[in-house]
């Protein structure tokens, strides 16, 4: 199996659905983030889970509440999306504490489409 | 605070050709230092890293990085160039006054176009 593992690769919903991105990971790691990459600007960290609990919400707006029910497993729940929040929206792990350079390991991505 | 400046948002090249991308970083402590590769669709793959030791790094598909201290640098080369190098690279910088996590600090990327 793939160290990251995002589902669904594509998703297009509109402004009132409600859905969710799956982020799994099979590399034994502590932490979890998700990333947002959209057209021409730098990537935007989202959340950081360690150990399941959140310890970075970089002024996300509510629409998007993330879940991670266990170290293996992050969630990114969609509400009431805008058309703005359309991108490519990434996962990543790495090791916690003493064995992190920084370095993440990263998923394929989900492509998020909002109409 | 740390920050990364990724010098030329496209460089293009011709097959065969040597790759420069450059990477400028600063940070306010000694930094780890990353380039990613992403190809079309597809998530962040990691090329190479600096962290500690020896400051000419290699990494996977012939590419090449050299920390340089001084010159607050950490540019990407490849000998020649392939088509399959085509591809969106980032440079990447972190710091190690972090707890347990480390944030990276991505560059807004150089898009690699190599020409036959």
């Known amino acids: 199996e793939t160290g990251v593992t995002q589902t669904p690769r594509h998703l297009v919903m509109g402004m009132t659905n409600k859905k969710s991105l799956k982020c799994e990971q099979h590399?034994?790691?502590?932490?979890m983030y998700w990333y947002k990459q959209s057209a021409k600007k730098p990537l935007e960290l989202m959340f950081v889970?360690?150990?399941?609990?959140?310890?970075e919400n970089n002024s996300v707006p509510s629409r998007f509440s993330p879940e991670c029910p266990n170290s293996s497993h992050l969630f990114l729940h969609l509400h009431t999306l805008q058309p703005e929040d359309s991108a490519l929206y990434l996962c990543?792990?790495?090791?916690?504490?003493?064995?992190?350079?920084?370095?993440?390991?990263f998923g394929e991505g989900s492509r998020l489409t909002v109409l | 605070a740390q920050s990364v400046t990724q010098l030329g948002s496209h460089v293009s090249v011709s097959e065969g050709a040597l790759v420069l991308l450059r990477c400028n970083y600063s940070s306010s402590v000694p930094p780890y230092l990353f380039w990613y590769v992403q190809y079309p669709n597809q998530g962040l793959q990691l090329l190479l890293k600096y962290t500690t030791g020896a400051t000419l790094v290699k990494g996977i598909n012939g590419f090449e990085a050299e920390f340089k201290k001084s010159e607050t640098s950490f540019h990407l080369t490849k000998p020649s160039a392939h088509m399959s190098d085509a591809a969106e690279y980032f440079c990447a910088v972190s710091d190690r006054s972090g707890g347990s996590n480390y944030k990276l600090t991505f560059g807004k990327g150089t898009l690699l176009t190599v020409n036959p």
């Open positions: 990543a792990s790495s090791p916690a504490g003493t064995t992190n350079t920084g370095e993440l390991f």
């Open positions: 889970y360690n150990f399941k609990e959140q310890t």
């Open positions: 590399l034994g790691h502590n932490a």
